[in-house]
T-cell receptor
Framework: GDSVTQMEGPVTLSEEAFLTINCTYT??????LFWYVQYPGEGLQLLLK?????DKGSNKGFEATYRKETTSFHLEKGSVQVSDSAVYFC??????????FGAGTTVTVRA | ETGVTQTPRHLVMGMTNKKSLKCEQH?????MYWYKQSAKKPLELMFV???????ENNSVPSRFSPECPNSSHLFLHLHTLQPEDSALYLC???????????????FGAGTRLSVL
């Protein structure tokens, strides 16, 4: 079945550092890929998405590229801020509506 | 603000209590979902409703009983829960319960449930 594996946290960074969160997936079809973010005390918010190979999703300075050859969708941000502290979830959706989530990566950015 | 509102935000209940979680969406969507988020585990899909009809029950124990009276409202009725049911319960909605890259799920802030 479909599954998502993302790097375990927690990840602790200083402000303006470079952030990478690795995500790889297993799927039978050609899934859509997502990154969701969960800020403290809140629900999940869609951060970015990509729907086909080589697509790049971007939002709020975050980027991720759909790499079919390596079945990956790594999240990157060049210069993080304290406000980026959150839990980040990689997810995929195959032909149906179901979302398969990774376990989440907790990111803490220190001033 | 995602357009999906969940109440209450926090709930503490005993194992013999009966309580209900409420979810309301203002997005004009036709599909609604209940998820369970436990510590150190991926989100677990519990129930799916599409146009008020339940289309998915992911082997959820009967002590959890969903209700969807219309496309904008979703309830989760709880009774005789166990301590291991303590978790964050998230509601989501989407245009419909079909596939496709435009069918994005929007989540509420969740209800933090503690079962004593």
């Amino acid at each position: 079945g479909d599954s998502v594996t993302q790097m375990e946290g927690p990840v602790t960074l200083s402000e303006e550092a470079f952030l990478t969160i690795n995500c790889t997936y297993t799927a039978t079809g050609y899934p859509s890929l997502f990154w969701y973010v969960q800020y403290p005390g809140e629900g999940l918010q869609l951060l970015l998405k990509a729907t086909k190979a080589d697509d790049k999703g971007s939002n709020k300075g975050f980027e991720a590229t759909y790499r079919k050859e390596t079945t990956s969708f790594h999240l990157e941000k060049g210069s993080v801020q304290v406000s980026d502290s959150a839990v980040y979830f990689c997810a995929l959706s195959d032909d149906d509506y179901k979302l398969s989530f990774g376990a989440g990566t907790t990111v803490t950015v220190r001033a | 603000e995602t357009g999906v509102t969940q109440t209450p935000r926090h709930l503490v209940m005993g194992m013999t209590n009966k309580k209900s979680l409420k979810c309301e969406q203002h997005l004009g969507h036709n599909a609604m979902y209940w998820y369970k988020q436990s510590a150190k585990k991926p989100l677990e899909l519990m129930f799916v409703y599409n146009f008020k009809e339940q289309t998915e029950n992911n082997s959820v124990p009967s002590r959890f009983s969903p209700e969807c009276p219309n496309s904008s409202h979703l309830f989760l009725h709880l009774h005789t829960l166990q301590p291991e049911d303590s978790a964050l319960y998230l509601c989501a909605s989407s245009q419909n319960a079909r596939g496709g890259p435009k069918n994005i799920q929007y989540f509420g802030a969740g209800t933090r449930l503690s079962v004593l």
